[in-house]
Nanobody, 120 residues
Framework: QVHLRESGGGSVQAGGSLRLSCEIS?????MGWFRQAPGKEREAVAT????????YYFGSVEGRFTISRDAVTDTMFLQMESLLPEDTAMYYC????????????????WGQGTQVTVSS
């Protein structure tokens, strides 16, 4: 059982930046960030592999968000730039059970989430 804990959420104005962190009790090969806005389904934001740090971005975040991980501290990050009101959501870090990090269906361990609110 892997435990994950997010931090770094908050409220910013459009165009601002935030950096989310995720502490991981036991590293998995595939890690990722997901988000869920009120009234919407949870969606993938970005995922990253443990070897080579191959990254995948989903939807409108590519070019604005950067996912990274530190193998020494077992910490994953999401640097968010040029934030938009539509980025407002609860953000969750997740760990996958397989090696296809692009396959978002394989993520089965979740943190409690951290709220990101972007005002216009």
């Amino acid at each position: 059982q892997v435990h994950l804990r997010e931090s770094g959420g908050g409220s910013v104005q459009a165009g601002g930046s935030l950096r989310l962190s995720c502490e991981i009790s036991s590293s998995r090969y595939c890690m990722g960030w997901f988000r869920q806005a009120p009234g919407k389904e949870r969606e993938a934001v970005a995922t990253i592999s443990g070897v080579g740090g191959r990254t995948y971005y989903f939807g409108s975040v590519e070019g604005r968000f950067t996912i990274s991980r530190d193998a020494v501290t077992d910490t994953m990050f999401l640097q968010m730039e040029s934030l938009l009101p539509e980025d407002t959501a609860m953000y969750y870090c997740a760990a996958g059970r397989g090696t296809d990090c692009y396959n978002t269906a394989q993520y089965d361990s979740w943190g409690q989430g951290t709220q990101v609110t972007v005002s216009s």
